[in-house]
């Protein structure tokens, strides 16, 4: 009997992966993706020969094995670079530094201001981590607890509600854990109580984000780390097939016996042995064949997720800013990256790449690219001061679907719902950002895939298992 057969659902960083490790361990896969490029948010679009990203992305982990295996990958095509403090936050004129540093805020912020954000940082972390250690009930709690009120009203409360289209007060205290890092302030105090002895009055949230290590990033765009991936697939007779959507799932005595797939006008029904999904919960909930519990398609229409709307512009500048990306909590769109910062090659020479982030409903007017709206934001960049008008040589409008999975209050539930029929599918595992519906960065979602394997082992009864799965929380990129 041969090897088993598996076809991995999409090609995202955690799709492509799979397909690599799985291929890399001498089983047949199949790679599907529906776009015509790899890479998912972390690939691009190409506009007059340059590169524009689906905003900011690059590449870097404290897993030796994963570092290792994709250096060995890329070879020299892998450039290395410090990150340094160049993520920034624009508020009142000026920036700050990201995660916030407790003295930038304080020579900054207005002298009234900056004295109410430390009082009531103060008041919060005596009130919640001293004396009464209540678990928040929804991010806005969570924050007010991390951060104190002042803080909070000013750098989250809007922002948030503006980029995930629903108040703090209705998302899932899991998101500000997992995704906002707190203040150096917060360091500072428990060095002080450390000297002490009076560290377990804190509890254990990570104090800035994880990043470790150097960063890495590809002269072409990080999509380059998928596109090698697929070529090594295709090398050890492994398919890899863009360009091609999930339509059905075919599921016969507790197991899916096939998928049908649409590819070039056609559909094709592609038969494996084991399955690996990486697309959106939804997506594969809404291709089952029938014999689906009710409860579980309703739990994957309550899901919620944003879109994102991008627009790329080539400014004749050599740099903008000192930054790899600023948020902008008061104007229209979200945030700013400049990836040729961190080593994106830009075909004219003494040019740079602007990519305006705006985190968005699906159809609507941003995730459209309204002339209107496409208008606002480059002339709200140019009144930012950034570059003059007659510097802005060509723009172009791009978006992306799902997005980001949002942490609604008691979304576990309906995830979890739809995870526990998945599992009864024994030769079925979803996985990824979009398959776990979970709010991680790339190189976990790497990882993720890389332990496909060791699930795909364990479906055979095969030895396996050296996949670990680190899921950092305080992350940005």
């Not at 948010?41 to 905003?55: D, K, R, T, W």
């Not at 000026?94 to 540093?101: C, K, S």
């Not at 994102?308 to 080539?314: E, N, W």
């Not at 140019?382 to 040589?393: A, P, Y």
Request: include cysteine; charge should be positive; proline fraction near 4%.
């Amino acid at each position: 009997m041969g090897k088993a057969k598996v076809l991995v659902i999409g090609g995202g960083p955690c799709g492509c992966s799979a397909a690599w490790e799985i291929a890399r361990n001498g089983y047949g896969v199949t790679l599907v993706e529906e776009k015509e490029k790899l890479g998912g948010l972390a690939s691009n679009q190409i506009f007059n020969g340059n590169v524009y990203e689906y905003g900011t992305h690059v590449f870097h982990t404290d897993q030796e094995e994963l570092l290792a295996s994709v250096s060995r990958l890329m070879g020299d095509e892998l450039l290395i670079f410090e990150r340094g403090s160049k993520i920034h936050i624009n508020f009142m004129g000026n920036y700050y530094t990201y995660p916030l540093q407790g003295l930038d805020l304080i020579k900054k912020l207005p002298t009234g201001m900056a004295g109410a954000a430390v009082l009531s940082f103060l008041k919060s972390f005596i009130k919640y981590e001293v004396f009464f250690k209540l678990p928040p009930r929804n991010t806005e709690e969570y924050l007010v607890q991390k951060f104190g009120n002042k803080l909070y009203e000013v750098f989250f409360r809007d922002y948030s509600h503006k980029v995930w289209g629903v108040p703090c007060s209705e998302l899932d205290p899991s998101f500000g854990a997992q995704r906002i890092p707190r203040s150096d302030i917060f360091s500072i105090l428990k060095n002080a109580l450390n000297r002490l002895g009076l560290s377990k009055l804190l509890d254990s949230h990570p104090l800035s984000e994880q990043v470790i290590g150097h960063i890495y990033y590809a002269e072409n765009g990080i999509a380059r780390i998928f596109e090698k991936m697929s070529e090594d697939v295709k090398l050890r007779e492994g398919e890899v097939l863009t360009g091609s959507s999930l339509k059905k799932i075919i599921v016969e005595a507790g197991k899916v016996k096939a998928a049908v797939i649409e590819r070039q006008g056609k559909e094709i029904e592609i038969s494996a042995d084991y399955y690996v999904s990486t697309i959106p919960l939804p997506v594969v909930i809404g291709s089952v064949n029938g014999g689906l519990p009710s409860q579980v398609s309703k739990a994957a229409e309550k899901l919620c997720y944003r879109s994102i709307s991008l627009i790329g512009l080539l400014v004749s500048r050599p740099q903008i800013r000192p930054a790899y990306f600023t948020y902008y909590p008061k104007l229209t769109f979200n945030r700013l990256s400049e990836p040729t910062n961190h080593g994106l090659k830009v075909k004219q020479p003494g040019h740079t790449l602007l990519i305006a982030e705006t985190v968005c409903g699906y159809r609507d007017q941003a995730w459209k690219g309204d002339k209107d709206f496409c208008e606002k934001v480059i002339k709200e960049i140019v009144s930012e001061g950034l570059f003059e008008k007659k510097d802005l040589i060509e723009w172009h409008h791009y978006s992306w679907r799902y997005s980001y999975p949002v942490y609604t209050v008691n979304y576990r539930k309906n995830v979890s719902l739809i995870h526990d029929y998945l599992k009864t599918l024994k030769n079925v595992h979803s996985t990824g950002r979009n398959g776990d519906f979970n709010y991680v960065n790339m190189h976990v979602a790497m990882q993720m895939g890389l332990a496909s394997l060791d699930q795909l082992r364990g479906y055979l009864n095969e030895p396996g298992g050296r996949h670990v799965v680190k899921k950092a929380a305080g992350e940005l990129w």
